[in-house]
RNA sequence: UGCCCGAUGGUGUAAUGGUAGCACAAACGAUUCUGACUCGUUUUGUCUAGGUUCGAGUCCUAGUCGGGCAGCCA
């Protein structure tokens, strides 16, 4: 099956990715296992997203978009100390620009203020939290609704002798797990009974119990060789208000019994996490079937998360970098957070492409930058408008063009339209061209403009280097070329060849505008391998150039997405920009094989 | 010295017992009013040792190397 996109100037249709995931999905499909299939992204709300979590981001919508599925939003949010609003909201707008144009139709949302509703099937009681229908004021999932639900579950496996309150501490817990090698000890509290339990978890509920003086644990097997297995914590106590559910609750579930649960209450088919989880699987399953669970349970699968050479990911160290002032902010183009890259003018269609092209496997892989750098190259090139820009401004006086003259050239606005258009720029006496198109004493091969030499300035004409004029201290200032007009489009000498062509722009029409020109933020492929790794940050990742830009730039918008021909790809800062004054930053720089030699 | 998982060119992956293919990168060439794009060519690979089989990257056994697991984090 193929899958059309839906993105402007994307690729045309390309055949749906597969991957040992997507098998699995197909099978339990084919073997018409559920009636729709379902997955989700289960982010925790604290801290930002990013490329890493595109992978999966891409993934799960993929599998959803590619069965007539859905994709729930939904945060994982059992742990009140770490989160925040602020994270939920980022995560939202990050998901959404993610998916936009591409998957939007499979994004899973709750109606506002919805939590599980109990169902009757087949006369046993069952709960279930559908979706919101399209187009109802509808909200992301917060495993915190399912709190009541969840503490309903922790009561049943109480009943079913499968649960029991504990009283040892944090450290007693410890000392009694044991060790990989060494099978744990059953807590003392092991064999209370099922009424006791009952009234000491109600009692937990209640508030009775300061902090980590008791909590609910799963009675499985203390000597299990799978650590996850020896009694694992099911709910601590914790007197602090929850950032979604308010103070209703002193008592939290853990990870492993409301992901598993959270899952459940969904319609979750598939439920799709990174390689860490593998060995927490056994516990996924382990609880859900205790429960004996009226419908089909969801089934969990693992992946390999992604790594990327000369970039970084961890959450502590992303932190440091914003802490420590070496970036900006979150937000900061350098970083490979979704709101770094979408300031920096990469396209959501990009990181999708990316996702694609590194494929699903549980092998830990570092991905070359290259292959992203190739993804972000490609969906620019189809979609950015060229314009001329000058980074770095060296004049150049047409001596044979009168000073008030100008003439309009139609200059191609992108190539690979099937229908091009044109923009009208001008043509003075005055112009800029990039400093680093003229050299005195040209290196070999160079075939730009040199002392005496020719070269063509991009839509105009031909034109003749005649005079260097330089300043006191000997740099160059000026140049001083004749213009050969009849080498313009539809000019007599039109199809006349020289070596090189150069981008320019009119020096009395242009603007000076500040050009935010980024590079990668590490010298090093793997940064994240020792821990002084800001030793390796990049001194030279940012540079801020006053270029001078072609009249037409002025109305650029926010969406739009440029390449300043033979420069790169360029796009508007969307937080310093201010109107009559834009900031641009290079989202990448062209690919140059004549900088490589 | 417990359990779980993994290993295919420089990188990422495909091949579901039957011709080791694709993409990126690199190199060279063609084309070019972007040293871009596009097009063409080339280089480089199944961790090791056994076994099963007419046939093994794929299945089995052992080993090597790498990763994960001992939060009242997710």
Redesign the pocket.
Known sequence: MSVASNDPGAAPAAPAP???IR?IVARDVAEQRYPTIVTRF?P?PNGYLHIGHAKSICLNFGIARENQGRCNLRF?D??PV?EDVEYVESITADVRWLVAGWADHCLGLKPRGATPAKVTLDGREDHYLAPAAAGAAAEAFFASDYFEQIYGYAVELIRRGKAYV?D???EE??AY?G???QPGRDSPYRHRSVAENLDLFTRMRAGEFP??A??LRAKIDMAS????LRD??LY???HVAHHHAGDKWCI?P???F??CLSDYLEGITHSVCT??????RPLYDWILQSLDLPRALPHQYEF?KLNISYTLFSKRRLLQLVTESHVSGWDDPRLPTLSGARRRGIPASAIRKLAT????????????V??F??AI??EL?RAAA?RLAVLRPLKLVLTNLPAGETILIDATN???DEQPTTRPVALTREVYIEAEDFAEVPPP????LKPGGEV?L????IIKCDEVVKDAAGAVVELRCTADLT???GGPN?DR?VK????WVSATTSFGAEVRLYDRLFTVAEPGATDDFTRHLNPASLQVVTARLEASLADARVEDRF?F??LGYFALDPKDSAPGRPVFNRTIT?????A?A
């Open positions: 597969s991957d040992f098998d289960p925790e994982d059992t742990n770490k504990c040892l501490s944090a817990t410890d797990r060790s990989p090698d902090n980590g008791r909590s060789p799978n650590i996850w694992p914590l601590r106590i914790r939290y853990l990870y492993d409301a992901h390689l860490e989880f593998e060995v927490h390999a092209l590194v494929g699903v496997t549980k092998f830990e892989s570092v991905t070359d290259a292959l750098e190739h190259r490609d090139n060229r992108n190539p690979q091969k160079y075939f730009r063509r991009k839509y105009a004409c080498t313009r489009a039109a060849k090189g062509t150069i981008h390449q021909e033979r062209l690919k140059d094989t004549w490589k």
